[in-house]
Structures are given as C-alpha cells and as structure tokens.
C-alpha cells in the first residue's frame, strides 16, 4: 500500500483498503483493478493539462501525452473493432451526454429504457439533464426481463424519437442488439448501445458486440472492463455510414462543447485496463464471471428466490423480493453489508413500492471473479443470502413515512444487537481473506 505524509488522509486509504480485503463486493458495476491500473492513476500524468487533441493542443508540453493518448485510442478500437474512439470521456454520465450534444438538437425525442425498469438516468431519466433538453420517451422491459421490440417499435414509429439508447444498469439478459439496430433503422434513428455493464463481457468474448449494430457505444471503464472510472465514446463503421462528420462533431462535443482537459492520469490507466482485456487471461476471467453468476442464479432458486427473468446470462442477477414483501431491497442491503456482503436494493420491473424502498436486490460477480471465487463459494453467498432472508422475513416496510422509520430505528438497532449477524461476518470475513484482492497482494 501507498504511504503518504497526510495522516488523516492515509487513515481513510487504510480503512477503505481493509473494508474491501474484508468484505465481498457483489455490486455488478464494481470491480477490482490491477496494481498497474492504480500505479498509472497515482503518476505526473495527472499534472498535465492537454485540452484539444493529439497534435491539436491548446497548451504547450503535450508531445508526450500526444503520443498516451494516440495509443489508447489504437487500443481501443482494435478491442471492440470500431474506426473511432473518444477516450477523454470523465465518466459514463458525461459520455452520454456528450454524445447527445454532438447528435441531437435541444428539444429532440430519445428513448431509452425507464429507470425503474433498469435504465441509466442519462438515458432520459425525468429527474436527469437529458430528460430537461431532450423529450424523453421511456420505454419499459418486461416482468421477466425480455424486451418487447413490438410496442418498442410502436412507441419510436409515434414518437420518432432521434436516438434510441439500449443498455442499462439492472439487465440480467443478453442485449438485442439487432432488434434494437431494426427499430433504429425504422424511424432513421441513431443507435447509441451504452455497454457499460457488460465491454468486459464483450472483449472476454461472452455477449454479442454492438459495433455492427449500433452507431455509437458508450461504454464506462470500470466495471466488467476492469479499469479505472472513466469512459470511452466510440462510433462504427455503421455509425460513420449514417453520418460522415461523427467522429468530430463527438470531438467537439467532449471539448470544447462539455468538459475541459482530459484526465490523462485515467487515459493511460484505461490504456493498461485494455491492454489487459486483450489478453487470453481476460477470457477465461470473463467467462468464470458468467459461470460464477449463474452458479449464484442457481442456488438462489434453489434456495426459494425469484430471479427477474429467471436467471441471468451476465454478470448480473436481479432478485425480485415481493414474495416476502414489497420494499425489502433495503432491509437485504443492510443486513448483508453488516455481515460483509456489499449489494444494492434496486427496483425491480412494475416495482410496487417507491425508487428509494425498492422490491429487489442486485447482485454481480465481477469483482468477486477477480478475486478468484468460484462456483462453490457462489453457493455459500446463496446460503447466507437465505439466512439474511430467514432472520428478516417478519421485518415489513410500512408505506407510512413515520411508521418506517420506527421499523428501520429497530432492524438498525437488532444488526448492532443479534449475535447471529457476528456469526455470520465471521465467516464472511473468513471467506474473504482467501481471496486476497490481487492489487493487494505483493
Ligand atoms: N452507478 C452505476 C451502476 O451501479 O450501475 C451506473 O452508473
């Protein structure tokens, strides 16, 4: 571990370190990155301000990140095989954004999958700047988990929305790209496939690749993909078929139309992070991913769970909890994280209950895979998840805003009181500590 002179600071580093070697993170938007993808963020990169672009500075002394920044780029289109890539993106939000301002005027129609139902809020959530410029048309996914291209094409050909998103963030199921690329092509939208969650699954060679479908793809570096927070905006061949000038109008839209200087500390993290998917170790780290969250779909049905959509095909799984009551997510993700099992409540399709007291329980297997898991362990986290199931089963989310917080004041209290939850972080803790995080370990 680093050691810096801010004693306060280091302390924080420390604890965070020592939570994440001690718990087990099943958020599926969360990973664990190599020690050079952390060495690479911590260097005089970070010092450099380079805004423009290869050989198109504003500042003087960019020769060198010229030549970091052209490398990633060459990474990157030769990993997910497309003709143009922006990798100044900060994070997934801005991508998407700025890919919005470089295509559409304000006041456009996009459509993209509803929040609730497991969108992004960039992709036209009401609350979000994209729903405040553009005129979104959500579209929703079904109770289990499939997508209806038929009211999908039915609501693009009403609404002739300029851009339809597919992908989000509570998908357990493969994305259709083709039928999606169909309804595009129907109503002469532009495609944008945000593959956040899954670029990693697409460079290890376990989901279909959007490029010869879509127009554009987003993608965050972070999650499957293993990199540092950040994020890549690339467009096709197809892309470029529908609009020679994308690839600059994207350029001008990241700067100078959205952000300022590039973070070239996290460009040549991400440039190690696909160094690293090229490699065959990828692929079998992307496939134990799968094999690992469908061992856990697995036991959790065995276990009595229902699963949205039955199961997964991802690094995802979406429990639906109503069969215990509705509003529970948040009752699973405390108890979990009090024995060591970091998840998140998330809504659920038709949730009945509110976005903050959501019905289900999201869980992944990247960062866990990186750690070395493997299919038994998926079936002890299953047995725990049960036995967090068991002991919270009488505790009911009441719909009355007073009334719930003197449920949750005493379900807090029973976490810090019920031996049973030491018990159990016992041996969570145990489980943990035979995975070392590979970054950690010397
Ligand atoms: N926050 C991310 C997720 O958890 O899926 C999406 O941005």
């Not at 997508?147 to 094409?153: K, S, V």
Request: hydrophobic share 40%; charged share 20%.
């Amino acid at each position: 571990m680093i050691t810096i002179s801010d004693p306060d600071i280091q302390r924080i580093i420390e604890d965070e370190t020592l939570r994440q070697s001690s718990t087990l993170t099943l958020i599926p938007s969360e990973n664990h990155t190599s020690k050079d993808v952390l060495a690479a963020l911590g260097t005089v990169l970070s010092d450099k301000y380079a805004e423009g672009y290869p050989g198109k500075r504003y500042y003087a002394g960019n020769a060198v990140v010229d030549e970091l920044e052209t490398l990633v780029q060459e990474r990157a289109k030769k990993l997910f095989g497309v003709p143009y890539v922006n990798v100044q993106p900060y994070s997934g939000s801005p991508a998407n954004v700025a890919v919005m301002l470089a295509l559409l005027e304000p006041g456009d129609a996009i459509m993209g999958l509803d929040l609730p139902y497991g969108g992004h809020l960039t992709h036209g959530y009401e609350r979000n700047i994209t729903a405040r410029f553009w005129k979104s048309v959500p579209y929703k996914i079904n109770p289990d988990g499939s997508f209806d291209m038929d009211a999908i094409r039915e609501l693009a050909r009403k609404h002739r929305p300029k851009l339809i998103i597919c992908g989000g963030t509570a998908i357990p199921r493969s994305i259709p790209f083709e039928a999606f690329a169909e309804v595009a092509q129907d109503v002469g939208a532009y495609l944008l496939a945000d593959i956040s969650h899954i670029s990693g699954l697409i460079a290890g060679g376990q989901h279909a690749s959007p490029a010869p479908y879509a127009h554009i793809v987003t993608t965050t570096t972070h999650k499957t993909l293993r990199g540092p927070r950040g994020a890549l905006i690339m467009a096709t061949e197809r892309g470029f078929a529908k609009d020679a000038d994308i690839g600059k109008k994207i350029d001008k839209a990241i700067i100078p139309g959205f952000q300022g200087g590039p973070h070239m500390n996290t460009i040549a993290g991400i440039g190690i992070a696909l160094l690293e998917a090229a490699k065959p170790s990828f692929q079998v780290y992307a496939a134990q991913v799968v094999t690992n969250a469908k061992a856990l779909a697995d036991a959790l049905i065995n276990a009595g769970f229902s699963l949205v959509s039955g199961g997964t095909d991802t690094h995802l799984l979406l429990i639906d909890l109503t069969a215990s009551g509705i509003g529970r997510g948040i009752v699973f993700q405390e108890a979990l994280e009090r024995i060591g099992l970091i998840a998140n409540k998330n809504a659920i399709p038709n949730d009945p209950s509110s976005a903050f007291y959501p019905s289900g329980l999201r869980l992944g297997t990247p960062a866990i895979t990186t750690r070395g898991l493997t299919a038994s362990d998926m079936r002890q986290i299953a047995s725990w998840i049960s036995q967090i199931g068991e002991r919270t089963k009488d505790i009911q989310i009441p719909g009355d805003a007073e009334e719930r917080a003197a449920v949750l004041r005493q379900f807090r209290e029973s976490l810090k009181t019920d031996s049973f939850y030491e018990t159990l972080e016992k041996d969570v803790r145990a489980l943990a500590a035979r995975y070392p995080i590979p970054a950690q370990s010397s």
